[in-house]
């Protein structure tokens, strides 16, 4: 190769790893970002689940101490509904009304006779804490640089198979051919490396299918190389004895 060529190659080689380098990046700190916002989501629920526990069974005793009290339901209304009056509903000969803890979700039922309280239903789980506090959006699944991602990961090893295929096939095109082999192999296993649901540990390595098959093509791709750029060996012949025995005197 002259000068021109080599920096031209150069460049090319840049500019693919500069690309490569860059959208992986903008993948992993999306990953990152994602997998904060989880683990800031599952502690707060978490610390939420033993509190609204403490909180139910602190609500059931209290409305278990009232049960069948005159003056019960402005007691409960001062206790739990900010001293307002409750949204009743006529049920036969009672009065029903129902309210939700904002904090917990928690779904509270009661029944009257006048102001006497004469019965309870208090409902409450996870499904209930987990509507007033949402799972973040999964970003990371549904993004544009997801779908690029996904779109890679199922293109690239195709034209790598076709790269191998020339190749094998075509003699003047090795070269190149075994670049752009090299090349997918990196782009293909960078893409699999930044997967949201990849975990980038020893375990998480020996057990990726795609992360071993990416590092086969990449294994592939560089003896491809290293064998069109081996430089042919030198044969030295050396002299026979005949060449080298001097005539008869």
């Known amino acids: 190769?002259?000068?021109?060529?080599?920096?031209?190659?150069?460049?090319?080689?840049?500019?693919?790893?500069?690309?490569?380098?860059?959208?992986?990046g903008r993948k992993a700190a999306e990953n990152s970002r994602q997998r904060a916002e989880s683990a800031e989501w599952h502690s707060k629920i978490t610390q939420l689940t033993g509190a609204g526990l403490k909180q139910r069974d602190a609500l059931v005793a209290r409305i278990r101490d009232l049960h069948g009290q005159p003056n019960s339901r402005q007691q409960l209304e001062a206790e739990f509904n900010g001293g307002k009056a409750f949204a009743v509903t006529a049920d036969g000969d009672r009065l029903a009304a129902a309210w939700i803890d904002p904090t917990y979700g928690m779904r509270s039922e009661?029944?009257?006779?006048?102001?006497?309280?004469?019965?309870?239903?208090?409902?409450?789980?996870?499904?209930?804490?987990?509507?007033?506090?949402?799972?973040?959006?999964?970003?990371?699944?549904?993004s544009r640089n997801e779908q690029v991602r996904q779109l890679a990961v199922a293109l690239l090893p195709w034209l790598w198979g076709l790269s191998l295929a020339v190749f094998l096939l075509v003699p003047v095109a090795r070269l190149v051919a075994s670049e752009t082999m090299l090349a997918l192999a990196i782009a293909y296993g960078t893409a699999q490396l930044v997967a949201p649901v990849y975990n980038l540990t020893i375990n998480g390595i020996f057990s990726n299918d795609a992360l071993f098959f990416s590092a086969v093509m990449l294994l592939v791709s560089t003896i491809a190389v290293s064998a069109k750029f081996r430089k042919p060996a030198v044969r030295l012949e050396l002299p026979t004895l005949a060449q080298n025995s001097p005539g008869p005197c």
């Open 110 to 142: 009661v029944g009257f006779e006048a102001d006497k309280l004469v019965s309870h239903s208090v409902q409450w789980g996870t499904g209930d804490l987990t509507r007033v506090y949402p799972e973040p959006p999964r970003i990371a699944f549904t």
């Open 1 to 24: 190769m002259n000068r021109r060529r080599i920096l031209l190659h150069s460049g090319v080689w840049i500019v693919v790893l500069a690309l490569i380098i860059v959208s992986a």
